[in-house]
Each structure stands twice: as structure tokens, then as C-alpha cells.
């Protein structure tokens, strides 16, 4: 697969709690030179890094992150606020205590709630497939199908486990057809990038890619 075509999915992600302006400017440079789907920061540099990038890239950040049991009014407030300091693109956690409930019809209002607070931005719904069963990552294809999510997202990364094959093959059976597909977490090369899409995966969380390309361009190739 064409390596721009990769970088072209991919949301390149720094996420750490101790991510410094340097880092995440580092990442913004790297987002614009290598032409990556956006760059996925922390909420507390959205403002800085829309002002530093402008439209040359876009801005995505996480709400409810990473354990998704915060209120809904406060993942709300959440994602009007990113969106207020210029972010693109929102990736919300589920609930997953509710999953686990079978609070099905409380876990889609927040979701539209978050949606309706994302103010027409992109909205990209993390369910942490690594904590479900695989009904409930069925069930859950079908809620954020209902819900006018734009993504269905595997993982945040944070919680023992990412993205698997099974898990964007799964997706890509159950979702509706204007809901596409993000991995994340555990990307770590080319090949993984290259399966994920051809799985089904419309983007790609990870900050491994850009890395094995400035390898490739170090390396000669």
C-alpha cells in the first residue's frame, strides 16, 4: 500500500499524562510534513496547537478519556469547550460500566448528546473492545450506528489492550454503512497499519507510524 495513503488515515497521537508543548508542537510538525489525518492531543493544548497548525491540519481531542465514566453533562461541556478552542474532531469513551449494565438506550442518548455538543464536528466513539464481550461489541456497533456518531473506534490505548484484526473484521460486519472504523492503540508498523485498513479501518490512533516512516526516509528507502 502506498505510504502516503497510510499517513493519510492516520490520527497521530500523543496522549501521555506528562505530554509537554514541545512534544506535542513536535507532533503538529510531523502531522503537517507528512500530510497524517490530523494530530489527537490532549484537550488542554487544542487551543495552542489550532493556533499553531491553522488549516494546514487538523486538531482532534479526547473527552471522557480514558475511563469514560465521567457524567454526561460533563462530557458535554467537554466537547463544546474543545470545539470552542478550535478542535476538529472529538473522541469521546463510552460508559463502559453501562455496557456491562445493559444500559443500552442510556449509552446511545449520551452519545447523541455528545454529538448535538460537538457542534457538527467529527465525532469518533471509543468502546475499549479489550473490556467487552463480543455481544456487547455487536450490540454497541449497533448503538453508535443509531446514534449520528461519524466512527466507531476500537481502543483507547490506556486500558491492557488495542486494536485487533478480529475486532475492526467484527466492526466492519456489524456497523451501519455511513459509520466508519478507527483502530487504535498497538499499531506499531507499516504492516499493521496496511491490515487495519484493509480490514476496514477508515483511521488509524497511533504515534508509530510516522516514526517507522522517518526510519524508511533515515534508512535510504
Keep these: 500500500m502506498d505510504l502516503t495513503k497510510i499517513l493519510a488515515a492516520v490520527d497521530h497521537t500523543l496522549l501521555a499524562q506528562g505530554a509537554t508543548w514541545e512534544q506535542i508542537k513536535g507532533i503538529c510538525d510531523d502531522g503537517m510534513k507528512y500530510h497524517t489525518a490530523s494530530v489527537c492531543i490532549p484537550a488542554s493544548y487544542a487551543a495552542q496547537a489550532k493556533a499553531y497548525v491553522g488549516d494546514k491540519l487538523a486538531v482532534c481531542t479526547v473527552i471522557g478519556f480514558p475511563n469514560g465514566y465521567s457524567t454526561t453533562a460533563a462530557k458535554c461541556f467537554e466537547a463544546s469547550d474543545a470545539v470552542k478552542n478550535g478542535a476538529d474532531e472529538i473522541d469521546m469513551v463510552i460508559n ?15 452519545i447523541k448528546a455528545v454529538k448535538a455538543a460537538c457542534g457538527g464536528r467529527i465525532l469518533k466513539v471509543i468502546i475499549e473492545t479489550c473490556l467487552l464481550t463480543e455481544e456487547e461489541k455487536i450490540k454497541l456497533c449497533e448503538i453508535v450506528s443509531a446514534s449520528g456518531a461519524d466512527y466507531i473506534k476500537t481502543s483507547t490505548g490506556f486500558a491492557g489492550g488495542g486494536a485487533t484484526r478480529e475486532d475492526v473484521a467484527l466492526f466492519a460486519r456489524h456497523v451501519a454503512p455511513h459509520v466508519k472504523i478507527k483502530a487504535a492503540g498497538g499499531i506499531s508498523s507499516l504492516q499493521d497499519a496496511e491490515d487495519f485498513l ?11 507510524i510516522v516514526k517507522a516512516v522517518k526510519g524508511l526516509e533515515g534508512s535510504g528507502y
Excluded: V, Y
Design 96 to 110: 463502559i460500566g453501562w455496557a456491562k449494565d445493559q444500559r443500552w438506550d442510556d449509552l446511545l442518548e449520551e
Design 198 to 208: 484493509d480490514l476496514g479501518a477508515s483511521r488509524l490512533g497511533t504515534s508509530r
